[in-house]
């Protein structure tokens, strides 16, 4: 992607969540200054730093966020939609996102929900913009966007952020860029720290713990001045526990005790008022304290029941309750960090100097005393656990400073093994006689279904010196368009067929070659007797925070003339 323009430019950060949207900024003129926007449409006044990631599709048009009537039917969590195969509570019947696939309107797709969803923001963000600096500056000023996403979803899930970006009117796919949440809640916080609390070679784990996701991340201090650079130390862990399953997991307490005829009888917008004061009271302030023994949740249109624990319209909820309803999620989250912990640490070069807890979840003392009694390191010291002020719009600051002072991530670490199809010459006893065949341009006899890798899992990849491999195309006309399949492994030592297990196709590359002079062609006879043209050029390809920029160069020229289609 295009880097972002320096001189006099606005930098944007858009952290789409699962229950929560971000949106953060600051003017070249004054990088110290980064603001946060609290107001919001139909906010009744009220800041907040984030709106709810909702939207309705009603008669008199969308509405979203805080301007969804009360009482209004609203999808949800669809952010998850995009990347459905790393959530498995998407199946369960009463779940909030299984009630937004069912409201999803007739011809639209999950991506379509989001773009109307981010379309609202970028709306509202212009707006914002044009009555805090003026509408004459917002629009001579370039508009850079930086927007998180998951550092666990797959390459389809980001590209799939991208088209809808781009939908909702943030510009063309490459003219701004992807920033994975934990890489942007580490410029933050690491940015925060006291200059004098960091010395090089100091490994942080960040936890980013939000609403549908934990991304678990570790980096190291590589150096202080005259500008904070870090590298990934170990590759990013994550899973799909964020606070929002505490919510499910909370629906599934009132189910049980009050039975599923009553629950399913229950008004959809009922158990959303149920849920969202259970989300934004009980969930944020428990802390297991022993001064607490019994929670009260609203449960409207429900009549007192004293077997149920339903007394003067308040579901009651013990303390022992509210752990099972907590230790499950917390448990799976200790485990990320704990390993990640371990990973660092058989590095044999990293030690963890402490865990930085960002999101919203990541603000929960309870969440945080668990981690401090149970995280170890090899030696058995307990690392400083740190929850930051303002945790929760941590990501959203940090792509804004991303924006504003660029790359400070060094190194990164290969999160796939990649690689492309491609065919070999035929080797008896080597190579299976059923992936054999003759080349009909040369004669060959060339094996198929081989694999070229050019990075393996783990591996330390740079932003700024891409991977390189050369391809030679044999094609029948100048400027037919030749194309790539780029494959993807999870093992750090992936076998070199396409038909073993666990190697799955990224993507297709499509290179437009019709770019490149003529005289680049070189002119063969096959075998036939026919002419055919012989070509030959570098794929690049660079490894950025939560996306990948494939070019191609022919003789020193770089083209970008690549698409690429996602499975």
């Avoid at 929560?20 to 980064?34: D, F, V």
């Avoid at 590589?222 to 499910?248: F, M």
Wanted: charged share 25%; hydrophobic share 35%; net charge neutral.
């Amino acid at each position: 992607m295009s880097q972002p323009s320096c001189l006099n430019s606005i930098k944007i950060g858009i952290d789409f969540g699962t229950t929560y949207s971000g949106i953060a900024w600051a003017h070249t003129s004054t990088p110290g200054e980064i603001n946060i926007i609290d107001r919001w449409v139909t906010g009744r006044n009220r800041t907040s730093a984030k709106v709810p990631s909702e939207i309705a599709y009603t008669s008199s048009g969308v509405k979203w966020g805080f301007g969804i009537p009360s009482r209004g039917s609203r999808l949800a969590w669809f952010k998850l939609l995009l990347d459905p195969t790393k959530y498995s509570h998407a199946s369960t019947a009463n779940s909030p996102l299984a009630r937004t696939q069912m409201l999803i309107p007739c011809g639209k797709k999950p991506v379509d929900v989001v773009a109307d969803y981010l379309s609202e923001l970028y709306k509202h963000t212009i707006d914002h913009l044009e009555k805090s600096l003026g509408k004459d500056v917002v629009e001579v000023s370039p508009l850079d966007f930086i927007l998180t996403v998951p550092a666990v979803w797959s390459d389809a899930a980001k590209d799939l952020t991208l088209q809808a970006a781009e939908s909702a009117g943030f510009g063309r796919k490459k003219s701004f860029r992807l920033i994975s949440e934990p890489e942007a809640a580490a410029v933050c916080c690491l940015k925060e720290i006291e200059p004098n609390h960091l010395n090089v070679g100091d490994t942080f784990v960040i936890a980013d713990c939000g609403g549908g996701t934990v991304d678990v991340i570790s980096y190291t201090i590589a150096r202080k001045s005259p500008k904070l650079e870090v590298a990934e130390c170990v590759g990013g862990t994550g899973a799909v526990c964020g606070s929002t399953v505490l919510n499910e997991r909370f629906e599934e307490l009132v189910r049980d005790r009050i039975g599923l005829p009553r629950f399913d009888k229950m008004k959809h917008e009922a158990r959303l008022y149920m849920v969202k004061e259970f989300n934004d009271s009980l969930k944020r302030n428990f802390t297991d304290s022993e001064d607490e023994d019994i929670f009260t949740c609203p449960i409207p249109g429900a009549t007192d029941d004293s077997t149920a624990g339903i007394e003067d319209g308040m579901f009651v909820i013990y303390r022992d309750e509210m752990r099972k309803i907590f230790d499950p999620v917390v448990q799976e989250i200790v485990q990320l960090v704990q390993q990640q912990v371990k990973e660092v640490e058989k590095t044999k070069t990293c030690q963890v100097k402490a865990l930085v807890l960002v999101g919203g979840f990541g603000e929960s003392e309870y969440l945080r005393s668990r981690l401090q009694n149970q995280i170890r390191t090899i030696d058995g010291r307990k690392p400083s656990i740190l929850q930051p002020p303002n945790a929760w719009t941590a990501v959203v600051r940090g792509a804004v400073m991303r924006g504003l002072e660029g790359e400070i991530v060094r190194i990164r670490k290969a999160p796939s093994s990649y690689g492309n199809l491609c065919t070999e010459l035929f080797i008896e006893g080597v190579h299976p006689k059923r992936d054999g065949y003759i080349d009909r341009h040369t004669g060959e006899y060339r094996c198929n279904r081989r694999v070229r890798w050019y990075v393996r899992k783990g591996e330390d990849v740079e932003e700024n010196k891409p991977l390189r491999q050369t391809f030679i195309f044999l094609v029948d006309a100048i400027g037919d368009r030749v194309s790539v399949s780029l494959l993807a492994s999870d093992s750090p030592d992936p076998p070199d067929t396409s038909k073993a297990t666990g190697i799955r196709t990224t993507c297709t590359l499509e290179v437009d070659t019709s770019v490149i002079p003529k005289e680049k062609f070189r002119r063969k006879i096959g075998i036939s007797g026919q002419p055919y043209f012989r070509l030959m050029f570098d794929l690049l390809i660079s490894f950025q925070s939560a996306s990948i920029l494939y070019t191609f160069e022919v003789d020193g020229i770089v083209y970008r003339d690549v698409n690429a289609t996602y499975h």
